[in-house]
């Protein structure tokens, strides 16, 4: 899953980040609301973590812009503040959830992670099913019939965009969108690498290549 991060302190913005590509998330970062718009607006992101607090722009504006423009990506805001008023105020122009500076990054990385599944239209389950495969997206644990399956952050990060949309044609471009950040100027065939990974530890019928289109996760 793509994010951007809307936030000023460069050095939080960072450790967010930091964090969050480890979690296996692809992670872009802005520091002033005017470059938030124009990211969110333009990008396909899956979700956006906006700071209220901003140069050029502050979060409340730059939530309702983009509301107003028909955006649909989950909203995530962060503020310094405190208070009924203001979280009424978040949630008003468009925001999906408001969370208080200092806070929690594991209570931060749940609500992402709520977000994402709300966005999904599903039960709010995380755990994608998909024939004997069973992904665990919050425990991030993978188990193929009664086998649990080790993989790395990016081999998730590569099934779980397949999973999401289990008997859909997944692009290449599209996963390197979701899974690498927005600066990844590498050999765009590391999409190539990682499939063959899992093949290897999930069988080689677990994902099917559909000439120039992309791949197809099939039940097993």
């Not at 802005?30 to 333009?42: I, P, S």
């Not at 009424?88 to 209570?107: Q, R, W």
């Not at 999973?163 to 979701?178: F, M, N, P, T, Y």
């Not at 690498?180 to 290897?200: C, H, K, Q, T």
Request: charged share 25%; glycine share 10%; proline share 2%.
């Amino acid at each position: 899953m793509r994010l951007l991060i809307v936030e000023d302190e460069k050095r939080l913005a960072t450790a967010l980040a930091a964090g969050l590509t480890a979690e296996g998330f692809a992670v872009d970062v802005v520091h002033d609301g005017l470059e938030g718009l124009h990211r969110a607006a333009e990008g396909a992101y899956d979700l956006v973590v906006l700071d209220i607090m901003l140069p050029g722009m502050n979060g409340y504006r730059v939530c309702a812009a983009l509301r107003a423009a028909g955006h649909e990506t989950p909203i995530l805001m962060l503020t310094a503040k405190d208070g009924e008023y203001d979280e009424a105020e978040g949630l008003d122009t468009g925001a999906d959830d408001y969370l208080t500076k200092p806070f929690s990054y594991v209570v931060l990385v749940a609500r992402i992670r709520a977000l994402l599944r709300r966005r999904g239209g599903g039960s709010g389950s995380p755990v994608v099913t998909v024939g004997a495969l069973r992904m665990d997206t919050a425990a991030r644990r993978v188990h193929l019939g009664e086998a649990e399956i080790t993989l790395t952050t990016k081999e998730f990060a590569v099934l779980e965009q397949l999973a999401l949309r289990s008997g859909q044609v997944v692009s290449k471009a599209d996963i390197l969108e979701h899974v690498w950040d927005f600066a990844y100027d590498g050999d765009p065939n590391i999409v190539e690498v990682y499939v063959s990974a899992l093949r290897r530890k999930l069988g080689a019928a677990a994902i099917r290549t559909v000439r120039g289109a992309g791949y197809r996760l099939e039940a097993l």
